[in-house]
């Protein structure tokens, strides 16, 4: 059974950090790139940041360069948001998601919330 499970979220206040974890099981997960999206309230999901499955071809959108990192472990099956600098722009419901030319997957969200 294919599972993404996102934990890490939580309420920040601006200008703080904090780190997203996603656990995959139920597939191979060495072989499927690994993004990060958000969805903040109101707005359509957009794509955060992206890895490619061997730690290579790191992606981010603008609004979020140099303030996240995105990483993974393949031997852990997992993958990281480290967020630092955070701004209420950043509130959103998080989602990992794993894909290939042939599948995706996603997980159930994590909520950050960044306020003061």
């Known amino acids: 059974q294919v599972q993404l499970v996102e934990s890490g979220g939580g309420l920040v206040q601006p200008g703080g950090s904090l780190r997203l974890s996603c656990a995959a099981s139920?597939?191979?997960?060495?072989?499927?790139?690994m993004r990060w999206y958000r969805q903040g309230p109101g707005k359509e999901r957009e794509l955060v940041a992206a890895?490619?499955?061997?730690?290579?071809?790191?992606n981010y959108v603008d609004s979020v360069e140099g303030r996240f990192t995105i990483s993974r472990d393949n031997a852990k099956n997992m993958v990281y948001l480290q967020m630092n600098s955070l701004t209420p722009e950043d509130t959103a419901v998080y989602y990992c998601?794993?894909?290939?030319?042939?599948?995706?997957?996603w997980g159930r969200g994590t909520q950050v919330t960044v306020s003061s």
């Open positions: 998601n794993a894909v290939t030319a042939f599948d995706s997957y």
């Open positions: 890895i490619g499955s061997a730690g290579d071809k790191i």
């Open positions: 139920g597939f191979t997960f060495s072989g499927y790139r």
